[in-house]
């Protein structure tokens, strides 16, 4: 299992949500790749982490559909399951459709800022064809809503779906869709200047499920 050279798990916390971050982060990156099996003395070597912290984030990268484990056997990554991604965008479609309904009377002139911003990068990402970037720039987009909702159970429910689509969007990155998005965006952030709450929630609805396979 090759894995990164570098640990992203800062010593002095060890966190075990660092742990589960770190291992994720590389899933949705591509670095681990799907079908490829996760050993745990080399995470352990990896991320300079005890046995324990890792197999509390592998299972709950099972949880979000990332890594499949076989008792007894082995854990694996999760290969691609285009209609697993397909169902879950439908979830993610309505989570964060509701996250705009409840942000969007509640935005302020800088979180409209950050949206503009966060859109901006998106579209400066693919000016020079940087996947991570453009995913990134999306997150952040969608980070602005789902924080100013205030609702926590909410932003659960969302980090436990998302790995998967932002997965997906790595290893089949369209720019087409993704250039499309940002004129969606531009819709949404209108919406939401407006405080038109029903509006902001159908736009952001039909930005997911636009991105259907």
Known sequence: MPVPTTSPVRRRTLLRDDVYRAI??????????PGEKLVD????????????????????????????????RSTVV??????????TRVVAAELHALASRLAAPRLEPADLQRLRAANDSLRQGLDVQDP???????DAFHEV?????GNSTLTAQLEQVMPVLRRA????????????SVAHHEQIIDAAAQGDADLCADLTRENWLALEA
């Open 132 to 138: 991570e970037q453009c995913v990134e720039a999306d």
């Open 169 to 180: 969007e790595y290893l089949h990155f369209d720019s087409a869709r993704a250039r499309a």
């Open 24 to 33: 994720r982060d590389a899933i949705v990156r591509g670095q681990l790749r």
């Open 41 to 72: 003395t080399q995470l352990q070597e990896w991320l300079a982490v005890s046995r324990t912290p890792i197999r509390e984030a592998l299972l709950r990268l099972e949880r979000t559909g990332l890594v499949t484990a076989v008792p007894g």
């Open 78 to 87: 999760t290969p691609h399951d285009e209609t697993a991604v397909e169902q």
């Open 145 to 149: 809503f789902a924080h100013v909702s």
